[in-house]
T-cell receptor, first 112, second 112 residues
Framework: GAGVSQSPSNKVTEKGKDVELRCDPISGHTALYWYRQSLGQGLEFLIY????????KSGLPSDRFSAERTGGSVSTLTIQRTQQEDSAVYLC??????????FGSGTRLTVV | QKEVEQNSGPLSVPEGAIASLNCTYS??????FFWYRQYSGKSPELIMSIYSNGDKEDGRFTAQLNKASQYVSLLIRDSQPSDSATYLC????????????FGQGTELSVKP
């Protein structure tokens, strides 16, 4: 596609429920990254994919967080048993080689 | 010590002035440096990349890199109110793929 597409744009969920966030990168971009940004904070790295493998998942906060990428394209970030501290904007980005990223518009997650 | 440090601001400059944004990084093996602009409620947008010591100019923007001092800056000439945003510095290290470490960002306000 023309840009990085994320869905949903907003998600309100009850504490304890599972959520899935989707990212569709720019066509042909081999690298895909997930970050999150809490209100007024910088970007916190979560995980990155090169193709379908995840060489670095060091930023995932706990085992409640997981991500996968299939077909070298779409990625899904899953948060199980959501907690209020998971509330943030989740940003996906893609890149070709090691150039700067193109970010999607993000998913705003609110856990109530 | 944070890997990437920026003054949080806000930095306030009058319209038409030069805005100077600064960033320091801790890891000497860092090799690629990026500046992103983030408007309130929006996702970050890449505005400059720099890979070697010296200056790189693009329109009203100049990025400066000094690897010996572990310092990168962004100058915005003829600042406009539309430049008011948060500016994020990001650093990539060798052997980490395209993973970027972001600073907390500097809020810039350009007053008409």
């Amino acid at each position: 596609g023309a840009g990085v597409s994320q869905s949903p744009s907003n998600k309100v969920t009850e504490k304890g429920k599972d959520v899935e966030l989707r990212c569709d990168p720019i066509s042909g971009h081999t690298a895909l990254y997930w970050y999150r940004q809490s209100l007024g904070q910088g970007l916190e790295f979560l995980i990155y994919f090169q193709g379908n493998s995840a060489p670095d998942k060091s930023g995932l906060p706990s085992d409640r967080f997981s991500a996968e990428r299939t077909g070298g394209s779409v990625s899904t970030l899953t948060i199980q048993r959501t907690q209020q501290e998971d509330s943030a904007v989740y940003l996906c980005a893609s890149s070709l080689f090691q150039d700067g990223y193109t970010f999607g518009s993000g998913t705003r997650l609110t856990v109530v | 010590q944070k890997e990437v440090e920026q003054n949080s601001g806000p930095l306030s400059v009058p319209e038409g002035a030069i805005a100077s944004l600064n960033c320091t990084y801790s890891d000497r093996v860092s090799q690629s440096f990026f500046w992103y602009r983030q408007y309130s409620g929006k996702s970050p947008e890449l505005i400059m990349s720099i890979y070697s010591n010296g200056d790189k100019e693009d329109g009203r923007f100049t990025a400066q890199l000094n690897k010996a001092s572990q310092y990168v800056s962004l100058l915005i000439r003829d600042s406009q109110p539309s430049d008011s945003a948060t500016y994020l510095c990001a650093v990539n290290r060798a052997n980490q793929g395209g993973k970027l470490i972001f600073g907390q960002g500097t809020e810039l306000s350009v007053k008409p």
